[in-house]
């Protein structure tokens, strides 16, 4: 990999299937998630990971190819549930199709019920510095989102929007409406980082806040 280097293991590709550490995975190449036959492999748990099957009605039809669940990797499109660990993820009940949010949200989540338990958000700005992403241009070129999306990733800082605040609010329901934010893409491969600035309801110093998060963390 060019950002986590090699894997530490040995992989071939064998009689259709990719050989991992001497186990097979089957290798398929299809259009139509029902036509993926999860069955016939003894698939429990599909992650969605194409980013293209992002409502119930799309993702269901790896249920109909024969798998129980079904995690979508990004923020749903529809009202499919979004859980998030350290959030809402023990109002789980479960369901067959669920959304593990963004990787934003997953930062931002936690962080926010944390300080909302204890202190009260009124509103919030998140602001997160990302690293680039495959959908970003490596020269300047068109851009299907907006003209600042064309711009090449290796020699800008690109301000874009971002989802992650409002699927907090889906997250999180008493944080509905509260929290807005923005993204910076930036020019580097690999980790990022995200700002919350909060009105509280109720005063609380620095070391109280470093006291609560702290707590919720262990």
């Not at 529809?78 to 593990?100: H, K």
């Not at 800082?157 to 992650?164: F, L, R």
Request: charged fraction near 25%.
């Amino acid at each position: 990999d060019s950002t986590h280097g090699r894997f530490d293991g040995t992989v071939e590709v064998k009689d259709g299937h990719l050989v991992v550490n001497g186990k097979k995975i089957r290798v398929t190449a299809e259009r139509d998630p029902a036509n993926l036959k999860w069955d016939e492999v003894g698939v429990d748990v599909v992650a969605e990971a194409t980013g293209i099957f992002l409502t119930d009605e799309t993702a269901r039809k790896h249920i109909t190819a024969g798998a129980k669940k079904v995690v979508l990797t990004g923020p749903s499109k529809d009202n499919t549930p979004m859980f998030v660990r350290g959030a809402n993820f023990d109002a789980y009940a479960g369901q067959d199709i669920v959304s593990n949010a963004s990787c934003t949200t997953n930062c931002l989540a936690p962080l926010a019920k944390v300080i909302n338990d204890n202190f009260g958000i009124v509103e919030g700005l998140m602001t997160t510095v990302h690293a680039t992403t495959a959908t970003q241009k490596t020269v300047d070129g068109p851009s299907h989102k907006d003209w600042r999306g064309g711009r090449g990733a290796a020699q800008n800082i690109i301000p874009s929007s971002t989802g992650a605040a409002k699927a907090v609010g889906k997250v999180l329901p008493e944080l509905n409406g509260k929290l807005t934010g923005m993204a910076f893409r930036v020019p580097t491969p690999n980790v990022s980082v995200v700002d919350l600035t909060v009105r509280l309801e109720k005063a609380a110093s620095y070391e109280e806040i470093k006291k609560a998060i702290k707590a919720a963390s262990e």
